[in-house]
């Protein structure tokens, strides 16, 4: 997790958000902005994807999946609301963010300066709320199965972390393509949304562990009788 966070930091030292932006936009805008791949598939449909599968983990604290093993109520639990969590964080920290969207940059058309979305409390002089990529959050709000399901199963577990990744990426380019966001809005998402499910993985242990022994020693119990 360190490592990831150097890295991140590592290419917003760099200055390579406008670079990668000019790729797709100008001073007329972004000509993809609209595109039905990037904003009606990728942005619009992938919304109802990540909606899709929060139902399904939803469903599954209290419908079990029984092809991934026996997951314990509190560990279904906890993956749900770990979910909601990062799905609430990352909404909170636009609203907190001065920083603005490369469609609302002079260089592409409009009247914001760009700014480090590290200078605190600094007005690019666009209408900010745009760090970190809200879209991301979509996807990377679900890191949260990649722990809960290596409990019971490591092959889910990593199938469920490469559909995020792979959900997650899509995206990000998409957002990216369109203007909507600097790739390291999208990679700051991953990284929050990674860390807040780690952290409170490992904060809900003395209990998800407690639970998964009064299930060892109750099982053999009941076939006793």
Not at 50 to 73: D, K
Not at 125 to 145: I, K, M
Not at 206 to 217: D, K, M, N, Y
């Amino acid at each position: 997790m360190a490592l990831s966070f150097l890295a991140v930091l590592a290419w917003d030292a760099s200055g390579l958000d406008m670079a990668v932006e000019r790729w797709f936009g100008n001073a007329q805008g972004f000509s993809l902005k609209s595109h039905w791949l990037f904003a009606q598939v990728l942005h619009e449909g992938g919304r109802w994807v990540s909606a899709a599968a929060i139902v399904v983990v939803l469903i599954n604290v209290y419908r079990p999946w029984t092809f991934v093993g026996l997951m314990n109520r509190p560990t279904r639990i906890w993956w749900f609301a770990v979910i909601v969590i990062c799905l609430l964080l990352i909404p909170t920290l636009k609203q907190l963010s001065t920083t603005s969207c490369p469609w609302d940059m002079v260089e592409f058309g409009r009247s914001a300066q760009h700014v480090s979305h590290w200078a605190l409390g600094v007005s690019d002089g666009g209408p900010g709320r745009c760090f970190p990529s809200g879209h991301a959050s979509a996807a990377f709000s679900l890191f949260g199965g990649w722990f809960a399901l290596r409990g019971t199963s490591r092959q889910a577990a990593r199938y469920w972390l490469t559909g995020v990744l792979v959900c997650g990426l899509l995206f990000s380019v998409a957002q990216t393509v369109r203007g909507a966001h600097y790739p390291s809005h999208s990679m700051w998402t991953a990284w929050v949304c990674f860390a807040t499910s780690a952290l409170l993985w490992h904060a809900a242990q003395p209990l998800l562990i407690r639970r998964r022994t009064e299930i060892r020693t109750w099982w053999p119990k009941f076939f006793r009788r």
